[in-house]
């Protein structure tokens, strides 16, 4: 009964579904949008679309982008996905100065705050790292392939993060656990020091972020599939305070929606200085909010920005010098997508003001002509100005949406036939150089 289940799932392409993801540059320079493998990136400085320069020497994406990132200084810029390449661009010249291929899909990747490594994971759970010279300005020899400094023993890793002292990079995965390793002086040699586990989730781990109370401490959340927001003491792996979403959410879904397995986490953000969780839900149309009080180390609702019924973010991001919330909606692998299909959907929202913790109104998503840079951002982004256009291909999404994150990484048990006949037929087969 369940592999015939599973296989359902394939054939309707859930299991391959990929949520469009969205990126802030860290000091508010630029914001790009991923959806299938198009990389789009818009100067939010100069007010124009980003032409990427691509000459590298190795290929551009051509299957579905899963991982994007700035680095922390904002100078690097790292994309990765299914075809098995990790993609490293320059943001001043959106020049890309590296391309790495991994043997198999990369389902996370991270860039270390110096600006030195690349981190990528993929579906096997093993973490590879490549380095990028000096502040990456360098473009180092082709003998510089990727070395393996940790695994998570097969289980797939869906998100990855440099603390913000750059001493730890946290690695979650569908198996509910999240790992905290000391990122060594010299990870060529392997990150084998484990600071902590962090257990608690009863279902898979979909996100994590780090948050600062001050310059020598801070803190980790998680969202996961068990509809929970946690807060984590990651030094020691210590669950601090967990928030439930699915009895504040339920309130505002229709009675069929409201199962577990539709309420998974799909992205979180928090505000710079900490004191705020924006979460996105699988099958929420809208933002929830979060209060931080990382000196009672407290997690509480606040409040719920509720969008149109049409829309249900897949990504969220911010950058230090802006309050303002980016979120995006759109989906690549669907059954029968076409190319020209590859559309989102951006909704920003004003919500990471500190002065929201003490107001009864809630933020007023922006409408189109108040976006900063207007139409021009918009075209840049989403693809299409064409609101008919987006709602027809979007529909196809919003019922994807709903039970993908759930499908993709709840893990499956098959019986022994059907795994050979994934095994003949799977694209991980490792690459001849």
Not at 260 to 284: E, H, R
Not at 355 to 370: A, G, K, Y
Request: glycine residues 6%; aromatic residues 6%; contains cysteine.
């Amino acid at each position: 009964m369940e592999d015939t289940a599973v296989e359902e799932a394939e054939v309707s392409g859930a299991a391959e579904f990929a949520p469009a993801l969205v990126a802030v540059h860290p000091h508010g320079n630029s914001v790009a949008v991923a959806i299938g493998p198009e990389l789009r990136v818009f100067d939010l400085k100069a007010g124009c679309p980003v032409s990427l320069s691509d000459h590298c020497g190795g290929r551009s994406h051509s299957d579905a982008i899963r991982a994007i990132c700035f680095s922390a200084s904002g100078a690097l810029f790292a994309s990765a996905g299914d075809d098995k390449l990790v993609k490293v661009w320059k943001t001043d010249s959106w020049r890309c100065i590296r391309t790495i291929t991994s043997e198999k899909r990369v389902s996370a990747v991270a860039i270390s705050n110096d600006d030195l490594y690349v981190t990528f994971a993929d579906k096997f759970g093993v973490v590879w790292l490549v380095t990028l010279g000096e502040d990456g300005k360098e473009q180092v020899s082709v003998d510089n392939k990727p070395v393996s400094i940790l695994g998570h023993y097969c289980s797939i890793i869906t998100s990855m993060k440099f603390s913000p002292d750059g001493r730890f990079i946290a690695t979650a995965d569908r198996d509910f656990k999240i790992r905290v390793t000391l990122f060594p002086k010299n990870p060529l040699k392997g990150a084998h020091e484990i600071q902590s586990f962090c257990l608690g989730h009863t279902d898979f781990v979909s996100c994590i972020a780090f948050t600062n109370m001050s310059e020598n401490q801070s803190f980790l959340i998680s969202g996961g599939g068990d509809s929970t927001v946690r807060l984590w003491d990651y030094i020691n792996g210590c669950l601090l305070d967990t928030c439930q979403v699915r009895d504040k959410v339920g309130e505002l879904l229709e009675p069929n929606e409201t199962d577990d397995s539709s309420l998974a986490i799909a992205d979180i953000c928090p505000s710079n200085d900490g004191s705020l969780v924006a979460v996105a839900i699988q099958s929420f149309n809208g933002v929830m909010l979060l209060a931080c009080d990382l000196v009672g180390k407290k997690l509480s609702f606040l409040k719920v920005i509720t969008m149109e019924k049409s829309y249900i973010p897949t990504s969220l991001a911010s950058s230090f010098s802006s309050e303002l919330l980016w979120t995006v909606m759109g989906a690549s692998n669907m059954p029968n997508q076409a190319s020209s299909q590859l559309l989102t959907r951006l909704r920003i929202v004003p919500c990471l003001q500190k002065d929201i913790l003490s107001s009864d109104n809630s933020p007023v998503i922006l409408e189109d002509s108040e976006v900063p840079h207007g139409e021009k951002l918009l075209l840049a982004l989403q693809g299409s100005l064409d609101i008919s256009k987006q709602e027809e291909v979007l529909a196809s999404v919003l019922a994807a949406l709903k039970v993908s994150m759930h499908k993709m990484l709840v893990k499956k048990h098959y019986s022994e036939e059907r795994r050979e006949q994934r095994k003949r037929g799977r694209n991980d087969k490792k690459i001849k150089r």
